[in-house]
């Protein structure tokens, strides 16, 4: 009987989504005032399963092609999406974690056991300098977590130093005779992580004030500044952004928040990332969306006490988050990537792109190996995945002036909510317009008819990600099966951009 109605309902749904008509998009250049920061498209990467051994670091001596002990592949296939910041050293990781165990001689750095991560044992071989170097190697931000939890207020004041100060103070010294001079470039520091749950399991109030005593001793050196960020709420917990706003205030300089796109917590609960019905994948599209009404809140409550919008909200942990493969290390979280997922990265970018005035940062869980990935790696082989290919078709968004939109679409219900079946983006940099939008529709394609914030360009240019089956993804076997293509099917007419977006893509297209 259930079941009936649940496939009467579907049919129901589907033919609604059939009767569309034309999408429209009118845009609203004279309105355009806020910038989309380029820190909305950073990444994450935990000392947790393969994220950093294996995916990103395999030493010098490994047989894997490495650059100073980076593999290649990743550098090079990472390079291209022009990262902006990288978090680290974690996660739930980051306040276990004491720096003084991961600098010096390789030889002899103490190892420590995982304690949140399937017990591996990690031997500190990559630490602050292999983290940071990276960075540069990488042309981006680090964002550092410092350890709230286990650590002591001393033990993070001397981390600062250690990377910050160019003085002739102890820890500058003690960095050079690690062998490196000069300060490295450290602007984005988080004052734990998850204070709420791994990160000590604080109430709110008791957090405020470790942050206010924390904090203090961060110290800004020479000419280096930092941006603090206090540890931030769990998706619907409203109440820890309200009593860190009151009792911290202007102290941080960014709030985060995490939110992740899950069926259910627990062992086994959480679905398989590439064996799921249309239904599932639908219900993931509808939790994901469900972020926008989430952050809103959050800002709405920061709003109260922070009129300018100075206090930046940083969604620095997002994304998919489903059962960990077959076959794989318990607690090593490493999950396959389908279209699906795609779509997950496609949705919440357009979304953090509107909230310029408010998110000026966001992390996706994580860069390698770990959760909604941007590549897998298995021994000497890499994968690119479709989220990757995502980040890469929206780069263009990076740090470019954000246009206002007005979308009228059919919509389709989903989680008790009427979901609009196409999703857009609009940014200008210089001459040209960068436009990102999606159908989570698996079976119809719709026609878009879009106003040209810049109503004399000739030429458009596109790109189209889409696959046969929603549940497709990226092998060793089968890396391309996933990939974006040119897309042609887009024209200018008086002023108008006119394409028809087939079911189930994600579009990236630049008009000049
Ligand atoms: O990203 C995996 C984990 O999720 C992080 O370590 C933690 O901060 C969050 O709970």
Redesign the pocket.
């Given at each position: 009987m259930k079941k009936y109605f649940i496939s009467s309902l579907l049919a129901f749904s589907t033919l609604f989504a059939s009767a569309q008509g034309e999408v429209t998009i009118k845009t609203y250049p004279q309105q355009a005032n806020q910038k989309i920061s380029k820190h909305i498209y950073g990444h994450f990467a935990?000392h947790?399963g393969t994220c950093i051994y294996g995916g990103l670091w395999v030493g010098e001596n490994s047989s894997i092609p490495n650059e100073k002990g980076y593999r290649k592949d990743v550098l090079e296939a990472l390079k291209k999406l022009q990262i902006p910041n990288l978090r680290w050293p974690?996660?739930?990781?980051a306040d276990e974690y004491h720096w003084m165990d991961g600098i010096g001689a390789k030889e002899s750095r103490p190892k420590m056991v995982n304690n949140?991560w399937g017990g591996t044992i990690e031997d500190n071989s990559f630490g602050t300098h292999e983290f940071l170097n990276l960075c540069e190697i990488l042309d981006c931000e680090p964002y550092i977590s410092g350890n709230v939890g286990s650590g002591s207020v001393e033990e993070m004041a001397k981390w600062v130093e250690y990377m910050t100060s160019d003085g002739d103070s102890p820890m500058a010294n003690l960095r050079r005779s690690n062998g490196r001079d000069k300060a490295w470039d450290v602007k984005f520091f988080g004052v734990g992580?998850?204070s709420w749950?791994?990160g000590g399991n604080m109430r709110p109030e008791y957090y405020a004030d470790l942050y206010r005593r924390y904090s203090t001793y961060c110290r800004d050196y020479d000419d280096n500044r930092l941006f603090k960020i206090a540890s931030g709420a769990s998706d619907y917990d409203y109440n820890w952004t309200e009593v860190l706003m009151k009792n911290i205030g202007h102290r941080m300089s960014g709030l985060s928040v995490?939110y992740y796109t899950i069926t259910e917590w627990g062992e086994g609960k959480k679905g398989s990332a590439i064996d799921f019905t249309n239904d599932e994948y639908y219900w993931i599209i509808g939790k994901c969306l469900e972020i926008e009404e989430v952050l809103t809140k959050h800002m709405d409550i920061m709003d109260k006490y922070d009129k300018d919008k100075r206090i930046g909200l940083m969604v620095d942990?997002w994304g998919t988050w489903f059962n960990e493969e077959p076959g794989t290390i318990r607690g090593h979280?490493y999950q396959q990537n389908s279209m699906r997922d795609a779509f997950v990265a496609a949705l919440s970018l357009n979304i953090f792109n509107k909230y310029g005035d408010r998110i000026q940062m966001a992390n996706i869980?994580?860069l390698a190996n770990?959760?909604q990935s941007m590549v897998l790696t298995k021994d000497d082989k890499m994968t690119l995945t479709p989220t990757y290919h995502v980040f890469e078709m929206y780069k263009a968004h990076q740090d470019a002036t954000h246009i206002p939109i007005d979308l009228t679409s059919d919509t389709r219900e989903i989680r008790g909510r009427n979901i609009n079946t196409v999703s857009a983006s609009v940014s200008q940099k210089g001459d040209a317009v960068n436009l990102t939008l999606t159908n989570i529709d698996l079976e119809t394609d719709r026609k878009i008819v879009i106003d040209l914030p810049n109503p004399k360009a000739k030429n458009v240019n596109g790109r189209i990600l889409t696959s046969k089956n929603i549940t497709d993804h990226n092998t060793f076997e089968q890396p391309n099966l996933v990939k974006p293509e040119v897309f042609k099917d887009a024209k200018i007419r008086n002023g108008k951009l006119e394409l028809t977006i087939p079911a189930k893509s994600i579009l990236a297209l630049e008009v000049q």
């Open positions: 935990e947790l974690g996660g739930c990781f949140n992580n998850e749950g791994c995490h942990e979280l869980a994580q770990v959760l």
